[in-house]
């Protein structure tokens, strides 16, 4: 089974307007031109099981009127916490409508993640799902943490750029005040602390707080990504802090993070699959072994067809990254825990037990 650790499923259909079920060509077609926010789409449902994806990171993402620099539309951009509340509430509504209808499963814990791989070694095909919110500021105040748990919320990253609760990404800053209280609520309520977005600051002042499991579900290595965007991403001292705590690690799958040398409107053709696999074995080799490298591809996150390399067309190609580990030497244990098994692992020793 592999595992993508960080899609915006919820985002794309309830924000977005997008046809996950109906899959990719769908999507083109509906979106002539490609929308200029997100685009030419590259995941759907039938993608994610012909690419043999059993189970994703989806995501509760929402985007504040504040933010700076982005693609993505502002059109449903929140301006309060209730706002965002509101929006990230509509999207956990989606994925429970795909577990009504049978399309999908919610792993809320380790009984549910031991069943989904039985169910899915049997050829039981529902998408399983992680519930990850990105961006805090849905939970309205540090109180709420064990009321988005008892939803079924297992992952929560605080930032996105800047947020009530810390600096991130292009908005560099600590903690807030508000942020030194929402991670021991998160911690007492059983919640992954998702790293990502994270501004240096931060980070590090999160990591050394937060006691409970850590994860960078959708980060690059900052040593290998273009210095206009090094501060979305992680030193190679922020990545050895997480092998550290044994936390796992998501490679983006977009070209404009993988390629030091990218320039935007770089042709697709100019990029192999080359560009992801040396971020994946720079996190190997820090570690000293495959166990925290993992995919967390964010490929509906604003990123299109056009901007992922050159081998993939859609997440139904993710069987490729697996051959291009192959051809740099990775063994098959190693191409498995790459490709999920490492995320598995973390899930089954974080999520509470029933």
Not at 56 to 79: C, H, I, K, N, W
Not at 233 to 242: G, N, R, T, V
Request: proline fraction near 6%; aromatic fraction near 6%; hydrophobic fraction near 45%.
């Amino acid at each position: 089974m592999y595992v993508d650790g960080h899609l915006d499923i919820a985002y794309n259909v309830v924000q977005c307007g997008r046809d996950f079920e109906a899959g990719v060509a769908a999507i083109r077609a509906a979106e002539q031109p490609p929308n200029p926010h997100l685009g030419t789409a590259t995941v759907g449902l039938p993608e994610l099981r012909r690419g043999g994806i059993g189970l994703a990171f989806a995501t509760l993402f929402t985007m504040p009127v504040s933010a700076v620099g982005t693609d993505l539309s502002y059109e449903r951009a929140y301006r309060t916490p209730a706002e965002a509340h509101t929006y990230a509430v509509a999207q956990l509504a989606y994925y429970r409508d795909l577990e009504a209808r049978g399309l999908a499963r919610l792993i809320r814990t380790q009984r549910d993640l031991v069943a989904h791989r039985a169910a899915w070694a049997a050829g039981d095909v529902p998408l399983g799902l992680v519930v990850l919110m990105e961006n805090g500021d849905p939970i309205v105040e540090p109180a709420e943490a064990p009321w988005w748990a008892a939803q079924g919320v297992r992952i929560v990253g605080p930032a996105w750029q800047a947020t009530r609760y810390c600096g991130g990404s292009k908005q560099p800053g600590p903690l807030t005040d508000l942020g030194r209280a929402l991670l021991p609520a998160l911690a007492q309520a059983g919640i992954i602390l998702d790293l990502s977005h994270m501004a240096e600051e931060s980070f590090w002042e999160a990591l050394a707080l937060y006691q409970g499991p850590v994860i960078a579900s959708h980060s690059n290595c900052r040593a290998l990504a273009p210095a206009r965007v090094a501060d979305r991403h992680l030193s190679d001292a922020m990545l050895k802090a997480l092998i550290e705590r044994d936390a796992v690690i998501g490679t983006v799958i977009f070209n404009a993070f993988l390629a030091a040398e990218y320039q935007s409107g770089d042709p697709k053709a100019h990029y192999g699959l080359d560009i992801l696999v040396r971020h994946i074995d720079r996190v190997c080799q820090l570690a000293g072994d495959a166990r925290h490298a993992a995919i967390g591809s964010d490929l509906d996150g604003g990123i299109g067809r056009e901007d992922i390399p050159r081998e993939l067309d859609s997440l139904a190609d993710m069987p490729r990254v697996a051959e291009a580990l192959g051809t740099l030497g990775y063994s098959d244990e190693a191409i498995a825990g790459i490709m999920g098994e490492n995320w598995l692992r973390l899930l089954a020793a974080a999520l509470p037990e029933a």
